[in-house]
């Protein structure tokens, strides 16, 4: 077999293996979506979920994934972008440093289950803070770190240093070297790793179960105070999100259009993080184009 023949057989290889990962995304989202769409209405992304009776929706929950996800983000993103600042460009290459990486590594390891528990026993008994979005946001913090730590660093590190250079012959600080140009060339890097752990947040359940609760108590949408106990933006409040929901359809549910719920949910949830993704790129590539004045 000669060389040419081999480089054709493997070229088909990796487009077969390319076509299956594709078709298996294709089947699962058209799936979901076939079985799931028929069943999403105005109604039931505006109406309160119902416990007993049939006809229900999940406008609770919907909020709660998005105040979840906004929380978590709001919390997380700092500290991953601080510590990865920190280990791509001021880390020297010793046992702390290689003791951090491992640290990383284990706590992405971490099954949600695990963070979960960890979670109820120490913000909702040992703090006391209750089923609440606060003590869930803690927790996915935790195994939502390593992803957008290791994101922010190996973002920074594709940066050419050809541009760290330029920065410091025209004396400018390494601070501002790194802030000025670093930082902006890295911004698609570092949205590609919010966009997958912000799918990864928005469709988390186990954790939220220990730590946000799985029930939605009624709140008024027009109470913005966040200290008040009935205001939808109070983090202190239990707050069921819709992949819990499906979750306790599916295994507590006693409505009698319960799988009709399952599956618009299930629905709903693809739908927004499509969105999700496809306006945090749109929000990159406007961000990249202004902070490095590419046109």
Do not use: C
């Not at 480089?7 to 979901?32: D, E, K, M, Q, R």
């Not at 594709?158 to 390494?174: C, Y």
């Not at 109070?234 to 409505?255: C, D, Q, S, Y």
């Not at 009709?260 to 927004?272: E, K, M, N, W």
């Amino acid at each position: 077999m000669n060389s040419k023949t081999t480089n054709n057989i493997a070229t088909g290889i990796i487009y077969v293996l390319v076509a299956a990962v594709v078709g298996i995304l294709i089947f699962l989202l058209g799936y979901i979506l076939i079985t799931g769409l028929p069943h999403v209405s105005w109604h039931f992304l505006t109406s309160a979920a119902q416990s007993f009776r049939a006809g229900g929706g999940i406008r609770d929950q919907l909020f709660n994934s998005l105040y979840l996800l906004v929380l978590t983000l709001i919390i997380s993103f700092p500290i991953a972008l601080g510590s990865g600042i920190y280990l791509s460009e001021y880390a020297p290459n010793n046992w702390l440093t290689g003791l951090i990486r491992t640290a990383i590594e284990v706590l992405s390891s971490l099954p949600s289950v695990v963070v979960g528990l960890f979670g109820y026993l120490l913000f909702v008994i040992q703090f006391r803070m209750g089923f609440s979005i606060l003590a869930g946001a803690i927790a996915l913090t935790f195994f939502n770190l390593p992803l957008l730590t290791r994101s922010v660093e190996e973002s920074l590190e594709d940066v050419s240093d050809l541009q760290r250079e330029a920065g410091l012959s025209l004396g400018l600080s390494h601070w501002k070297t790194i802030t000025g140009i670093v930082l902006p060339a890295a911004v698609p890097g570092i949205l590609t790793g919010i966009i997958l752990s912000a799918g990864r947040v928005f469709g988390e359940a186990a954790a939220l179960i220990y730590t946000a609760g799985q029930s939605a108590p009624i709140v008024n949408y027009s109470n913005w105070n966040p200290m008040s106990t009935t205001s939808f933006l109070n983090p202190m409040r239990p707050a069921e999100t819709l992949a819990v929901h499906i979750w306790k359809v599916n295994t507590e549910g006693v409505t009698p259009d319960a799988l009709s719920i399952s599956s618009g949910t299930s629905a709903v949830l693809i739908i927004v993080i499509l969105l999700f993704n496809l306006s945090a790129r749109l929000l990159g590539n406007w961000m990249y184009k202004k902070m490095t004045a590419t046109k």
